[in-house]
């Protein structure tokens, strides 16, 4: 049991641990992620969009389609508070 524990943390926890600071520091310094549409500026924004593309990598594809919805809703909420 213990070894499957140390896998679940060494596949999952610290790339997770790894993109949420490296998300934080690419807001920091003012870098964005390009990708084909709308350019991921926020951390969250980065940090969501890693995720997503990882657990689809891992053959959870339910969990990257609820990341990419929680990526749609955060982005379409601040397109409508730009509109008021």
Do not use: C, H, Q
Not at 7 to 24: H, K, T
Not at 40 to 61: A, S
């Amino acid at each position: 049991m213990r070894n499957i524990t140390l896998i679940l943390f060494i596949v999952f926890l610290i790339p997770i641990l790894w993109w949420f600071i490296e998300s934080i520091w690419y807001e920091a310094n003012g870098y964005y992620y390009a990708i084909p549409g709308p350019a991921l500026t926020k951390w969250y924004d980065i940090f969501l969009f890693k995720l997503m593309w990882y657990t689809m990598f891992l053959g959870i594809p339910a969990i990257a389609d609820i990341v990419l919805l929680v990526i749609s809703i955060v982005k379409i909420k601040k397109e409508y508070k730009k509109e008021e």
